[in-house]
Nanobody, 124 residues
Framework: QVQLVESGGGLVQPGGSLRLSCTAS????????VCWFRQAPGKEREGVAQ?????????YYADSVKGRFTISRDNAKNAVVLQMNSLNPDDTGVYYC????????????????WGQGTQVTVSS
């Protein structure tokens, strides 16, 4: 069964950190581009970080998270990790990971598989 599962969300104070994981089953994630999207209440979903497939390896970040978020692969766990530091209330939302063999930046139709999302809340 092909599946993506996000984990690691939760409640954190401003300035804190969280580490989100996107774990795949039924396929090898390393062959796929992976993107993390987030959706804040009342707002459209937006891409925050993307890593190309293993052949490319390029990483892209939204301006709002550059220098604070890091996307990386953990091939031993068939996963992609999003390390989020210096979190602020604007980072609150549901975070989704998506994978596609031809996933392109934050263009949602290019991603074939989606997780169910994990809630991140940044609040004091």
């Amino acid at each position: 069964q092909v599946q993506l599962v996000e984990s690691g969300g939760g409640l954190v104070q401003p300035g804190g950190s969280l580490r989100l994981s996107c774990t795949a089953s039924g396929f090898t994630l390393d062959y796929y581009a992976v993107c993390w999207f987030r959706q804040a209440p009342g707002k459209e979903r937006e891409g925050v970080a993307q890593i190309a497939n293993s052949e490319g390896g390029s990483r892209y970040y939204a301006d709002s998270v550059k220098g604070r978020f890091t996307i990386s692969r953990d091939n031993a766990k068939n996963a992609v990790v999003l390390q989020m530091n210096s979190l602020n209330p604007d980072d609150t939302g549901v975070y989704y990971c998506a994978a596609g063999p031809k996933g392109t930046f934050y263009h949602e139709p290019t991603y074939d598989f989606w997780g169910q999302g994990t809630q991140v809340t940044v609040s004091s």
